[in-house]
């Protein structure tokens, strides 16, 4: 209508670039060439189209430990930073209580749960040779008794790009662990929402790059869009080689500034897309600068020992 109601001289010639082809770009991210549009717009908000990486935030760790360490107070340490991460990765109570509705960044919303530091070992009590006995099982580590801890319809309220959940691997409660990710990836996937599979490491798991190639194969075998696992010191390239998905390193306990930028570097060196780190940035003495320097080492090409210059720098600036 709006073609037959213009008059001529106002109209402006229609135009079909025949001669263009139109393009069928690829998709930037490791395994994720295939999904449809809703799942690559929420994964590309997670990971930086620009060079297929991200700078994950993880404060989460209240789920089962309360007020860690540096998280006392998510409002007064953790939104100073949230400005340099990508993603956030963090519980709904959290989100919902603290993290303001006007966030640009992408949300990886944690997904499971149920057990906490304290849960009781699980126990055999009875009597052997007429005298009381309690035995612990080995291998049944209370915290991997884990269960679902969100609804997808809840995931979409909060706007959830990924979903956070903890897989058990060798521990007794890793089929109920490794079903927790499957519900997860069936329900998540029917809205496009990513789920990222994180390895859980206990007393009966080895941390050493023969248990992270299973059980980061497996997550991602079952569905897994994203993993997160710990970063070894040997072989760490081959457990990236063999998942085909990404990869982010979690950051694990505390260590000095410089170990942790190293830490970062190498996983990137070889092969990881990104960290999902908590306690490395929030627990340093100085949160921002560190965070800024883990930014600098994951995207911009810094080398460790430069990343530990612009902490210091940017630490000695208050
Ligand atoms: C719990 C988690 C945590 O969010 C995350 O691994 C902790 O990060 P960091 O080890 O860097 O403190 O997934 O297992």
């Not at 037959?4 to 393009?23: C, G, L, M, N, R």
């Not at 340490?77 to 989100?95: E, F, H, K, N, V």
């Not at 798991?205 to 997550?219: D, H, K, P, V």
């Amino acid at each position: 209508m709006a073609d037959i109601t213009t008059s001529a001289a106002d109209k402006k010639e229609k135009e079909y670039f025949t001669e263009v082809p139109q393009q069928a770009p690829g998709f930037f991210l490791k395994g994720s060439h295939q999904y449809d549009w809703g799942l690559k717009n929420r994964l590309s908000r997670v990971f930086d189209p620009k060079d297929g990486r991200t700078v994950m935030l993880a404060f989460d760790h209240g789920y089962f430990q309360g007020p860690t360490t540096g998280l006392e107070r998510v409002d007064q340490t953790i939104l100073p930073l949230a400005p340099y991460a990508d993603c956030l990765m963090l519980t709904r109570g959290i989100q919902r209580s603290i993290i303001p509705a006007s966030t640009q960044k992408a949300i990886a919303l944690r997904a499971s749960g149920g057990t906490s530091m304290v849960s009781p070992f699980e126990e055999w009590e009875g009597e052997l040779d007429g005298k009381p006995f309690k035995m612990s099982r080995p291998g049944f580590e209370p915290l991997s008794n884990e269960s679902t801890a969100l609804t997808i319809e809840e995931a979409i309220r909060l706007n959830a790009s990924l979903l956070a959940v903890q897989v058990f691997v060798g521990s007794a409660y890793e089929r109920q662990s490794l079903k927790n990710l499957t519900d997860l990836v069936d329900g998540a996937s029917r809205y496009g929402i990513g789920v990222m599979g994180v390895v859980a490491v206990g007393r009966a798991m080895a941390r050493n790059a023969q248990y992270f190639r299973l059980a980061t194969r497996i997550m991602a075998e079952l569905g897994a869009n994203v993993v997160k696992c710990y970063y070894t010191d040997e072989d760490f390239e081959t457990i990236t080689s063999c998942c085909p998905v990404p990869i982010v390193i979690a950051g694990g306990k505390k260590l000095p500034e410089l170990d942790a930028l190293k830490m970062s570097y190498n996983a990137i060196q070889q092969g990881a897309s990104g960290v999902d780190m908590g306690r490395n940035i929030f627990q340093s003495d100085a949160p921002v600068a560190m965070m800024q320097a883990v930014r600098g080492v994951v995207h911009e090409g810094l080398s460790p020992e430069q990343g530990y210059e612009k902490y210091q720098d940017l630490k000695s600036q208050g």
